[in-house]
């Protein structure tokens, strides 16, 4: 089966940092990709996550651990334009799965 | 970078009529496009995956023959709703495999059904 699990809803306030988690069970996995999404309009790409470790591009950072199947994206010195969803999507074989997606609210 | 582009942007109908959504990659050639269904504040289902030239593969639990996917060139994958109802108003998007940073998923801007 498959199965990628995410908070579904986060706040923050305005300059602050904050982990957006995902963990993940597929039956093939490739890789990791995280996208933001603002309400109406189709997600817009973030990160793309193969090896383990973290990718830091910017005010966004992502992590990726294949042993634990587990994610996160990190976004330091938050705005308000942050406030969007988040959705993490694993790469399997030749498709994207995506989890549920993460409601952040960032508050001044 | 890649573009998609996906039409119409918003579209109302009335029950039991059919809808055509069209997904082009504009300056690339995209083999595989991908349809997803999105459900207000809820993520991304994928539908089906269009391959040109041949026929989609429809994820479990969704109707092919309700949900009509052509994939007839390498620049254009087009869903059709039929006999759409109620239960059918969503968030559609197509996604297109191509080249750039986003390493080959570029989204079309979505196509938001109300049918009444």
């Known amino acids: 089966g498959q199965n990628i699990d995410q908070p579904t809803e986060m706040t923050a306030t305005e300059g602050a940092i904050v982990q957006i988690n995902c963990t993940y069970q597929?039956?093939?996995?490739?890789?990791l990709f995280w996208y933001q999404q603002h309400a109406g309009e189709a997600p817009t790409f973030l990160s793309y996550?193969?090896?383990?470790g973290l990718e830091e591009k910017g005010r966004f950072s992502s992590f990726l651990s294949r042993s634990k199947g587990y994610s996160y994206l990190l976004l330091k010195e938050l705005q308000m334009k942050d406030s969007a969803s988040y959705l993490c999507?694993?790469?399997?074989?030749?498709?994207?799965?995506f989890g549920t997606g993460t409601r952040l609210q960032v508050f001044p | 970078g890649a573009v998609v582009s996906q039409h119409p942007s918003r579209v109302i109908c009335k029950s039991g009529t059919s809808v055509k959504i069209e997904c082009r990659s504009l300056?690339?050639?995209?083999?595989?496009m991908f349809w997803y269904r999105q459900f207000p504040k809820k993520s991304l289902m994928l539908m089906a995956t269009?391959?040109?030239?041949?026929?989609?593969?429809?994820e479990q639990g969704v109707e092919k023959d309700k949900f009509l996917i052509n994939h007839a060139s390498l620049t254009l994958s087009t869903l059709t709703v039929t006999s759409a109802h109620p239960e059918d108003s969503s968030f559609y998007i197509c996604?297109?495999?191509?080249?750039?940073?986003?390493?080959?998923?570029?989204f079309g801007s979505g196509t938001r059904l109300t049918v009444v």
């Open positions: 996604s297109a495999s191509g080249t750039g940073e986003d390493y080959g998923y570029t």
């Open positions: 597929t039956s093939g996995f490739n890789g």
């Open positions: 996550n193969v090896l383990d």
């Open positions: 999507a694993a790469y399997n074989t030749d498709k994207l799965i």
């Open positions: 300056d690339f050639q995209a083999t595989t």
């Open positions: 269009s391959n040109e030239g041949s026929k989609a593969t429809y």
